[in-house]
């Protein structure tokens, strides 16, 4: 291999890194826009004794992949151990998706009372979050 194709590959890998760096950093600014835009309706763990109106069952999921370059680095850092920044983020992020979903879902509840989220690994680089709860409404 000469000069030139090893700088081109270390020059092809480093646009890659940044710009799957940018495709998650606007998905979480999203999420943190439409997290500030419900952060007046209330989770509660368990269900309060004092709601009078009605309530119903809900629940959203979402499936959120990985770039492909980060899931080069993440097999990297297989091989040796350790934590595997990449994948935390995957999992942060489609937590708070999944919950961001079921509060648009159901714009009309005052709040969500036994708020749980799942998350399943669907295989290499893919992860699907199911968050369900009881909406209080009015």
Same mark, same amino acid.
């Given at each position: 291999?000469?000069? %030139? *194709?090893?700088?081109? +590959? %270390?020059?092809?890998?480093? +646009?890659? !890194?940044?710009?799957? =760096? $940018? &495709?998650? #950093?606007?998905?979480?600014?999203?999420?943190?826009?439409?997290?500030?835009?419900?952060?007046?309706?209330?989770?509660?763990?368990?269900?309060?004794?004092?709601?009078? #109106?009605?309530? %119903? @069952?809900?629940?959203?999921?979402?499936?959120?992949?990985? *770039?492909?370059?980060? *899931?080069?680095? @993440?097999?990297?850092?297989?091989? $040796? =151990? #350790?934590? %595997?920044?990449?994948?935390? *983020?995957?999992?942060?992020?489609?937590?708070?998706?999944?919950?961001?979903?079921?509060?648009?879902?159901?714009?009309?509840?005052?709040?969500?009372?036994?708020?749980?989220?799942?998350?399943?690994?669907?295989?290499? =680089? !893919? &992860?699907?979050?199911?968050?369900?709860?009881?909406?209080?409404?009015?």
């Amino acid at each position: 291999m000469n000069s %030139i *194709s090893i700088l081109s +590959l %270390i020059i092809t890998l480093y +646009l890659l !890194y940044k710009i799957c =760096g $940018f &495709v998650e #950093g606007e998905h979480l600014d999203n999420i943190r826009k439409r997290e500030d835009k419900y952060r007046h309706i209330e989770m509660h763990s368990v269900e309060p004794d004092d709601h009078q #109106g009605k309530t %119903i @069952a809900c629940s959203q999921n979402v499936v959120i992949a990985v *770039s492909q370059f980060k *899931s080069l680095v @993440a097999t990297v850092i297989n091989i $040796f =151990g #350790g934590s %595997i920044p990449a994948y935390e *983020s995957l999992l942060d992020r489609a937590r708070r998706e999944a919950v961001l979903r079921l509060i648009e879902k159901n714009p009309e509840a005052l709040a969500f009372a036994n708020l749980r989220v799942d998350t399943i690994n669907l295989g290499f =680089g !893919y &992860v699907e979050a199911h968050a369900y709860a009881t909406a209080l409404l009015p």
